[in-house]
């Protein structure tokens, strides 16, 4: 089923959490193309999380159906994990008394990876790790752990990738080094989607943004083909009737 | 690179999925310094000094306790007490100062003797049991004295004096000395000990384990895995396990520790522990199940927590059960056999039975606690399947 086209079909997915006033996703519908970069752009509560760990398997849809892969996210979440690496923002999540070797070696074993440490040695040559690879990640810098939940995110070589706001609280040279990983993984065929509020981030390696408002797309535009680059900033505010 | 798994490897994969969230969980236990210090060092420490501060204390009430005499004592109440050499006898003139005395603490008891000996008065503190005790011991060596002393007029009536004890009490306990205060000794040590280090021995783990993962930010991605999420609660399951055995164990080191110490610091008497292998046995398979059963109560307790902090809040009743349970073991004697289903107080009624040689439904205890395990695990893994595993506090 993998390869098959698209790679992400949503269809009217609601979320609601129990206890929250309003539904996290309304209804969303969504279809990503093999290979197609695609961003998620919106104010903090849009949705753009909870679209993410819906395709990721955590959460299931309280209406509608997702498939990632040709796999059903609720059916099929075994598989789903197979198919996806994802790095979720703020906290990447990694075990802090592991060095980075151990905790990339760790998921590839969790995710069924045969050749564990030749896989293990291949991510962290791909990602640069390799000074400070046997090193305990306590006392990492932000820039070292995104590059190691990177490695570790794409350990099993999978052919989707989640990123949210994989650049939320990173210095500039740390955020290009995960802009680049993004392009590679684009000029490699893979589908990633990405949330961001950086708009010029989003406009560097996206190939097409859907703009994510009260758990719905409002728009979409392919950077640099619908809209001039430079203009997504003010094509989100047009759209979320945010630029008067 | 990916295999998707046929249905005949499935348990195959399973077991190795546990294996390695197990190796994994283990090696950061062992490098997380509080997780050691909480569940090995403290009890290696903690219980020799808490027996040193109580031999102290003890020490400060060493020698013959004292007992205020008031009266005279024409028929040699005074030298009669005087020759057992058990006992301080002070004389004291008035009634009241040898009961105010007693009432103070500065007299152990008092004996008032009226009528030219023929009644003697016992004043004492029956609030205070070292006093309580006391006057236990002399009532049974005043009554001893009282009863020479009429078999020895009778012999001088020329009367036969067995006409006193017509029933002659023979004794022949099972221990003696120093063993049968060590038995003793045991039955009433290990219920507590075993409960209180089983509850305590898991908690820093489970809490690391279940609620530090999420407060961490870990448990999203070790979710997003292709590990289902059973074989993640039994993989983190045995290794909590394994860090409560090794709290159990060091505790009952540190109070064997303790034991140890003591007479070498304050020349405390030694007691002698002497057990069968089979009480043994049965002990050490009665501590791993209590400590398995605290590990899967706890686990599934921090799964549910938002945050460690919470989860040590929900920790403290576990806790309590666990005191009130021990210390009811040994304070219920004869205990019907319904309370081989009461949860926790089996295990410490089983425990004091193993121990003192009177066996108390040991299998059931066993498969109550079995039922608990599995019943906690179950519990657990609802937890980790359900959405409200990531949310945090």
Sequence with gaps: MIGASPSVMVRGVTKRFPGMPHAALCGLSLCVERGEVLGLLGSNGAGKTTLLRILSGLLRPSEGTATVGGFDTVRDSTAVHAAVGALFGGAVGLYERLTARENIRYFASLNGVNEIEQQTDQMVALFGLEDFADRLVHGFSSGMKQRTALARAMVHQPHILMLDEPTTGLDITAAIVVQEFVLRCRSEGRTVLISSHNTGELERVCSRVVVVRDGAIVAETRPGVDIATGELRAFYLRATGSGA | ?393
């Excluded at chain 2, 021995?201 to 530090?212: E, K, Q, S, T, V």
């Excluded at chain 2, 089983?350 to 066993?366: N, T, W, Y």
Aim: aromatic letters at 8%.
């Design chain 2, 1 to 393: 690179m990916i295999e998707v798994q046929p249905s005949r490897a499935v348990l195959r994969n399973r077991v190795a999925q546990v294996r390695t969230v197990l190796a994994k969980e283990l090696t950061e236990l062992f490098r997380d310094w509080r997780t050691i210090l909480v569940s090995v060092a403290v009890p290696l420490v903690l219980f020799p000094l808490l027996a040193s501060l109580a031999f102290v204390r003890g020490e400060a009430s060493y020698g013959r306790p004292s007992i205020a005499i008031v009266g005279e004592d024409q028929l040699a109440i005074v030298p009669f007490l005087e020759s057992l050499d058990r006992y301080e006898l002070v004389s004291v003139g008035h009634a009241e100062a040898a009961e105010a005395g007693v009432g103070s603490g500065e007299y152990g008891m008092a004996l008032r003797i009226h009528e030219l000996g023929t009644v003697v008065e016992l004043i004492y503190n029956s609030a205070e049991s070292q006093s309580a005790d006391l006057t236990t011991g002399v009532r049974t060596a005043l009554q001893q004295y009282s009863t020479a002393m009429s078999a020895r007029r009778l012999d001088e009536l020329g009367l036969a004096t067995d006409v006193l004890t017509p029933i002659v009490l023979q004794s022949r306990p099972l221990h003696h000395g120093p063993r049968a205060a060590g038995t003793l000794a045991l039955s009433l040590l290990v219920p507590v000990l075993a409960l209180l280090s089983a509850a305590i021995g898991p908690m820093a783990a489970a809490g690391d384990l279940g609620a530090g993962e999420k407060e961490r930010g870990t448990i999203e991605p070790l979710f997003g895995t292709c590990a289902g999420r059973g074989a993640i609660v039994v993989g983190k399951f045995i290794a909590v396990t394994v860090m409560a055995i090794i709290g159990v164990v060091s505790f009952f080191v540190g109070a064997w520790l303790a034991y140890l110490a003591g007479p070498v610091l304050h020349d405390a008497v030694q007691l002698e522990f002497w057990v069968e292998w089979q009480t043994v046995s049965a002990t050490a398979i009665l501590l791993v199940l209590t400590a398995t059963l605290f590990s899967a109560i706890e686990l599934a307790v921090s799964l549910s927590a938002r945050s460690p902090k919470a989860a040590q809040a929900y920790f403290l009743p576990v806790l309590i059960l666990a005191s009130a349970s021990g210390y009811g073991a040994i304070a219920i004697s004869n205990p019907p056999s319904w309370y081989a289903h009461v949860p926790l107080l089996n295990v410490g009624l089983a425990l004091k039975g193993a121990i003192s040689g009177v066996p108390f439904s040991p299998v059931i205890v066993a498969l109550w606690a079995l039922g608990y395990i599995t019943l906690a695990l179950t519990i657990a893994s609802a937890v980790v399947r359900s959405e409200t595993v990531l949310r945090r506090g």
